[in-house]
């Protein structure tokens, strides 16, 4: 029987040609054998060379690392503080405001027209002024903010005095001249301050008074207070 021409050629067997091989690498002491772990240290990855670390070691400076080299910083306070400035402002003036009108409503409904005589609201106005401090007493962090809370108290009880004292006017003279008492208030605010302040008495400027410092009472007694369970 023919062979084809040219003959093939077969891959020869090493072990039975007698061609000499080449040894299979050993593994050294303390070392596991096997051709993808010569030449390896223990617990390094492949790709590290000696002296050098691999990329994404705690120790490389490689900007895609897994640890971050330089310390976190810690969350600024400044968002939380002017949150709590705003509230305290959106407290005291809410308060100022509902403090006014109810105190100009009881200036108006306490004047007695047979003695021209207007009652005394010592009372109302501590009432007052501790309720604008609540605020600011509150929310506030130092005497700044408690100052603020106490000179809003004496704005809102000087004004509720104000008008109360328009809406008795009006009472008094509105069926004549046609004044009212947001007339007086917003168009002829000056003549309304100038009749004030030649009416109201020494009684009257201590009453509103009280407003400012009950106030600042209030304010005292929560900053203590605040203080004392922070070092306890």
Not at 8 to 19: C, E, K, M, N
Not at 162 to 179: E, F, N, P
């Amino acid at each position: 029987m023919s062979q084809p021409w040219p003959p093939t050629q077969r891959p020869l067997d090493p072990a039975r040609s007698g061609t000499p091989q080449a040894p299979a690498a050993t593994a050294g002491p303390g070392l596991p054998a096997g051709p993808g772990l010569s030449g390896r240290l223990p617990g390094q990855s492949a790709g590290a060379t000696p002296g050098r670390p691999a990329p994404g070691h705690p120790g490389s400076a490689h900007p895609g690392s897994a640890h971050p080299a330089g310390p976190a910083h810690p969350p600024s306070a400044e968002p939380r503080t002017a949150g709590r400035l705003a509230g305290a402002t959106a407290l005291a003036l809410l308060a100022a405001l509902v403090g006014g009108v109810c105190y100009a409503l009881l200036v108006r409904f306490l004047f007695d027209p047979a003695t021209s005589e207007f009652a005394v609201l010592s009372v109302v106005s501590l009432v007052l002024g501790a309720l604008v401090a609540l605020g600011p007493a509150l929310l506030g962090r130092n005497w700044w903010h408690y100052s603020g809370g106490a000179a809003l108290a004496l704005l809102a009880v000087v004004l509720g005095d104000l008008y109360g004292l328009a809406m008795v006017i009006a009472l008094l003279v509105g069926d004549a001249t046609g004044l009212t008492a947001a007339e007086l208030f917003f168009q002829r605010f000056g003549d309304l301050w100038g009749t004030w302040s030649r009416t109201a008495g020494w009684s009257d400027i201590l009453t509103l008074c009280f407003a400012p410092a009950a106030a600042l009472a209030v304010s005292g007694l929560c900053h203590a207070m605040s203080r004392r369970s922070a070092t306890s």
